[in-house]
C-alpha cells in the first residue's frame, strides 16, 4: 500500500509540475518581449536559465541518494516557487538573469530541474526490470498530457483576459501568479512522501570510488551523457516559448491559437511516449531510440517549409506524433545499465548534459530570429542535428542490453 501511495503522490506531483511548464512555457518569450526584452535578450536570459538549471540540477542530483530523495525534491519545489515569484514582481533583466540561473523557470514546456531524475530513481524501487519502461512511459503520458492541458489553459486564459480589458502585460502576469503556485503545491506532496523512495543501501563494502555519484558505471554514463548533451543542443535552438514566437512571428497568430496547437501537439507526443512499450518489446529500447526519432526528425525539417498554416501544423503535429518515442526508452535505459546506488546520479548526470547542451542554443536562436533571411534556420538546425545523434547512439551502444533484454536472448 505504501508503494501505490508513493507511486500516486510521484505521478501527482509530475502532473502538476508539467502543467506548470505548459501553462508558462507558451507565454513566456511573448511576456518577456512585453516588458521590453529583446529578442536576443530573451535568447540570452533562455540560455542562462538553461545553464543555471544545469548547475544547480548536478549538484542536487549527484548528492541525492546521499543527501535523501525527498529533501533534493523539496528543494526544488522551493526553487520554483522562488523564481516564478521573482518574474512576477520585476522586469529589470539582471534579476531576471540571477532568479532564472538559480530558480526553476522552464522555457521549453519540458522537464527542467533535479524532478525527473530523482522522481524516477525513486519509481525504480517500487517497479520490476519488465515493468520499469511501461511505468515511465505512462510517467511521460500523464506529464505531456499535462503540459498540453497547460499550454491550452495558458493561451486561453490570456485571450479571454484581455478581451475582458486586462493589459497583455497583466494577463501574463497572472499566469506567473499559477506558475509559482504550481511550485507551493508541490511542495506539500513531496512532504508526503515515504522513506521508501530513498536509495536502497548496497550490501558491498568495497565500493569503488565515486565520481559525481557514481563509481563501475561512469564510462558508459560518460558515453550516454556527451550523446545527449549533442540531441539537447539541438532540442535547445526549438523550444516551445521559441516555436511558439516563430509561429506568432511567421503566421501572426494569437496566444489562444497557439495554445489549441501545442494543446494538440503535446497530446500526441504523450501518446506517442505509450507507444514506445511494444515497440521497445519488439526491438529493444536502443533501436526504439533511433528508429522513431529519425523520421520526426525529418518532419521537423519540413515545418519551415510548409507554404501555410494549415501545412506547417500538420508538420508539426505529426512531428509530435512520434517524437516521444525515444523518452521512455532513453529514461528506462538509462536506469537499467547502472548499479541501484547509481541511478539519481547517472539519471543527474545524463540530464545535466542534456540541460548544458541545451543552453547555449535558445541564444542562438535568439541571433537567428532576429535577421530575417535566418528565421527558420533553427528548425533545420535542429532537425539535421538530432539525425547526426541519432546515428552516433546507434553505433556506440546497439551491442549493450539492459537486463531484461538480456534474459530474452
Known amino acids: 500500500m505504501t508503494h501505490r501511495k508513493d507511486i500516486t503522490l510521484l505521478f501527482a506531483t509530475r502532473i502538476i509540475r508539467l ?16 516588458t521590453g526584452l529583446t529578442e ?9 536559465t538553461l545553464a543555471g538549471d544545469a548547475g544547480i540540477t548536478l549538484w542536487l542530483t549527484t548528492s541525492a541518494d546521499r543527501f535523501g530523495r525527498r529533501r533534493t525534491l523539496l528543494i526544488g519545489a522551493l526553487l520554483m516557487l522562488g523564481a516564478g515569484i521573482v518574474f512576477i514582481l520585476t522586469n529589470n533583466i539582471i534579476v531576471l538573469i540571477a532568479a532564472a540561473i538559480i530558480g526553476v523557470i522552464s522555457p521549453s514546456g519540458n522537464e527542467i530541474g533535479p524532478f525527473l531524475s530523482v522522481e524516477q530513481a525513486g519509481l525504480t524501487n517500487f517497479i520490476s526490470n519488465e515493468k520499469r519502461t511501461q511505468v515511465f512511459a505512462w510517467y511521460n503520458l500523464v506529464g505531456s498530457f499535462a503540459t498540453a492541458t497547460g499550454a491550452l489553459a495558458s493561451g486561453w486564459l490570456a485571450q479571454t483576459l484581455q478581451t475582458n ?3 497583455t502585460l497583466e494577463a ?14 508541490l511542495t506539500i506532496l513531496f512532504l508526503n512522501l ?3 523512495i530513498e536509495v536502497v543501501p548496497s550490501n558491498t563494502t568495497d565500493q569503488p570510488k565515486k565520481v559525481l555519484g557514481l563509481h563501475r558505471s561512469r564510462n558508459i554514463v560518460f558515453k550516454l551523457s556527451a550523446l545527449f548533451a549533442l540531441d539537447a543542443f539541438a532540442g535547445g535552438l526549438i ?15 494569437d496566444a489562444g491559437i497557439l495554445g489549441s496547437i501545442f494543446f494538440g501537439a503535446n497530446v500526441l507526443a504523450g501518446f506517442s ?19 522513431t526519432h529519425i523520421p520526426s526528425n525529418i518532419l521537423l525539417i519540413l515545418v519551415p517549409l510548409m507554404p501555410n498554416l494549415p501545412l506547417a501544423i500538420t508538420a508539426l503535429l505529426l512531428r509530435f506524433s512520434i517524437s516521444q518515442m525515444d523518452v521512455p526508452a532513453r529514461q528506462s535505459y538509462t536506469l537499467a545499465v547502472v548499479a541501484p546506488d547509481e541511478r539519481s546520479a547517472a539519471s543527474g548526470v545524463t540530464a545535466i548534459a542534456r540541460s548544458v547542451g541545451a543552453s547555449i542554443s535558445p541564444m542562438l536562436t535568439g541571433i ?13 538546425l535542429a532537425g539535421g542535428l538530432k539525425i547526426v545523434y541519432d546515428l552516433l547512439l546507434f553505433r556506440e551502444f546497439r551491442s549493450t542490453k539492459p537486463p531484461e533484454e538480456q534474459t530474452n536472448q
Not at 514506445?276 to 529493444?284: D, E, L, Q, T
Open 19 to 34: 502543467f506548470c511548464y505548459g501553462f508558462l512555457s507558451l507565454i513566456l518569450a511573448l511576456y518577456l518581449a512585453e
Open 40 to 48: 536576443k535578450q530573451i535568447g540570452l536570459l533562455f540560455t542562462l
Open 165 to 167: 480589458g486586462w493589459s
Open 172 to 185: 501574463y502576469r497572472l499566469i506567473l501568479v499559477g506558475y509559482a503556485l504550481g511550485g507551493l503545491v
Open 194 to 196: 515515504s522513506p521508501m
Open 239 to 253: 523550444v516551445q516559448s521559441m516555436i511558439a514566437y516563430w509561429f506568432h512571428i511567421k503566421f501572426g497568430i
Open 273 to 291: 511516449a505509450l507507444l514506445a512499450v511494444p515497440i521497445a518489446n519488439k526491438i529493444g529500447l536502443i533501436n526504439t531510440m533511433v528508429f
Open 368 to 380: 537567428f530570429f532576429s535577421i530575417p533571411a535566418l528565421f527558420s534556420a533553427p528548425l533545420f
